[in-house]
């Protein structure tokens, strides 16, 4: 499916909600584990499945409540090699995991048939390393050839869009665009910083953004997304320039502390849901192209519901 088919410029009258942080919600509110943080690796339990289902369906249900479209992911953030043969998948394994998880969120979606006015279903695929460590040194070609096997088994999973989630230094930003169109898949970049308001590797949004567009020149993503981090850490960010066009939304965490911090606490922190729908508002009429709008870690449908509500009204719009 060609880019420019499945994201037009934002169109005033259509908002899109994501998912939340689907994976904390899983461990902490439902008790499964999840080895490395894959959450692919619960399609083979059929009461994580379960859980899996009623989970994504509080949220697709805001969509539905508030007329929202939707960008459907969440599953496959680690079902890339490197990960894969850490939990132990063959190549073929790990491909067919990746095709399942798009077939579970393809059923959800039928379930919404005539509820939601559009729901794209994606891949998500995540850094090769760890998303809040600099890690080893990436080329833009080791990234390219690293990411198109994964790109390559969506492509014939016959996904709306990819989305390149919590990316944190240019180089594998770029090798990634480059693989999504050299293979034919539609790719969204999900940035994230930390509490320096830059990604870790240093550079501003600002200058991540033009840095990543002119390396890839016609590869370059679709368009951009922040996530996984707090308000308070992307917003001081937002700096004026024609690059914020290149913006279209945020999936903000639910809490302020750091997030190795949160890594380490075991449970849930949900922070303040009625204040992160605020501050979602408050952007929305900031910017008024941004179109995509959704959750990160320790968000669910209570945060979900409280941002589309406050969308809403700062939009003037309900449907």
Same mark, same amino acid.
């Given at each position: 499916?060609?880019?420019?088919?499945?994201?037009?410029?934002?169109?005033?009258?259509?908002?899109?909600?994501?998912?939340?942080?689907?994976?904390?919600?899983?461990?902490?509110?439902?008790?499964?584990?999840?080895?490395?943080?894959?959450?692919?690796?619960?399609?083979?339990?059929?009461?994580?499945?379960?859980?899996?289902?009623?989970?994504?369906?509080?949220?697709?249900?805001?969509?539905?409540?508030?007329? @929202? &479209?939707?960008?459907?992911? $969440?599953?496959?953030?680690?079902? #890339?090699?490197?990960?894969? %043969?850490?939990?132990?998948? =063959?190549?073929?394994?790990?491909?067919?995991?990746?095709?399942?998880?798009?077939?579970?969120?393809?059923?959800?979606?039928?379930?919404?048939?005539?509820?939601?006015?559009?729901?794209?279903?994606?891949?998500?695929?995540?850094?090769?390393?760890?998303?809040?460590?600099?890690?080893?040194?990436?080329?833009?070609?080791?990234?390219?050839?690293?990411?198109?096997?994964?790109?390559?088994?969506?492509?014939?999973?016959?996904?709306?869009?990819?989305?390149?989630?919590?990316?944190?230094?240019?180089?594998?930003?770029?090798?990634?665009?480059?693989?999504?169109?050299?293979?034919?898949?539609?790719?969204? @970049? &999900?940035?994230?910083?930390? $509490?320096?308001?830059?990604?870790? #590797?240093?550079?501003?949004? %600002?200058?991540?953004?033009? =840095?990543?567009?002119?390396?890839?020149?016609?590869?370059?993503?679709?368009?951009?997304?922040?996530?996984?981090?707090?308000?308070?850490?992307?917003?001081?960010?937002?700096?004026?320039?024609?690059?914020?066009?290149?913006?279209?939304?945020?999936?903000?965490?639910?809490?302020?502390?750091?997030?190795?911090?949160?890594?380490?606490?075991?449970?849930?922190?949900?922070?303040?849901?009625?204040?992160?729908?605020?501050?979602?508002?408050?952007?929305?009429?900031?910017?008024?192209?941004?179109?995509?709008?959704?959750?990160?870690?320790?968000?669910?449908?209570?945060?979900?519901?409280?941002?589309?509500?406050?969308?809403?009204?700062?939009? $003037?719009?309900?449907?």
């Amino acid at each position: 499916m060609a880019i420019a088919e499945t994201f037009a410029s934002p169109n005033p009258d259509e908002l899109f909600l994501t998912e939340g942080g689907t994976e904390t919600e899983i461990m902490y509110k439902h008790g499964f584990e999840l080895p490395e943080f894959a959450m692919f690796t619960l399609l083979e339990k059929p009461a994580a499945v379960t859980a899996m289902r009623d989970m994504f369906r509080s949220q697709l249900d805001v969509a539905a409540e508030f007329g @929202m &479209s939707m960008l459907l992911t $969440g599953i496959d953030y680690r079902a #890339s090699p490197d990960w894969g %043969a850490k939990l132990g998948y =063959s190549p073929q394994g790990l491909a067919q995991a990746n095709i399942q998880a798009i077939e579970f969120l393809r059923d959800l979606a039928g379930e919404y048939d005539g509820q939601i006015p559009r729901i794209l279903i994606g891949g998500i695929v995540g850094p090769r390393g760890d998303a809040y460590q600099l890690n080893r040194a990436t080329t833009a070609d080791e990234a390219e050839d690293y990411h198109a096997v994964q790109l390559a088994t969506l492509r014939h999973a016959d996904v709306d869009f990819a989305c390149a989630a919590t990316f944190n230094n240019v180089p594998e930003a770029v090798g990634v665009s480059r693989a999504a169109n050299a293979i034919g898949v539609p790719l969204i @970049m &999900s940035l994230t910083v930390d $509490g320096s308001s830059r990604l870790k #590797s240093g550079p501003s949004v %600002a200058d991540a953004i033009a =840095s990543i567009d002119a390396e890839t020149d016609n590869a370059a993503p679709a368009f951009y997304l922040l996530n996984c981090s707090h308000p308070m850490e992307f917003e001081p960010a937002l700096t004026d320039g024609q690059w914020i066009n290149r913006l279209r939304g945020f999936r903000p965490n639910a809490s302020k502390m750091d997030k190795i911090a949160l890594c380490k606490l075991g449970h849930l922190e949900e922070g303040d849901p009625v204040e992160l729908g605020h501050l979602m508002g408050g952007l929305a009429q900031r910017y008024p192209h941004m179109d995509i709008w959704g959750g990160c870690c320790g968000t669910g449908d209570i945060h979900l519901r409280e941002i589309a509500r406050n969308l809403r009204q700062a939009r $003037g719009t309900r449907t």
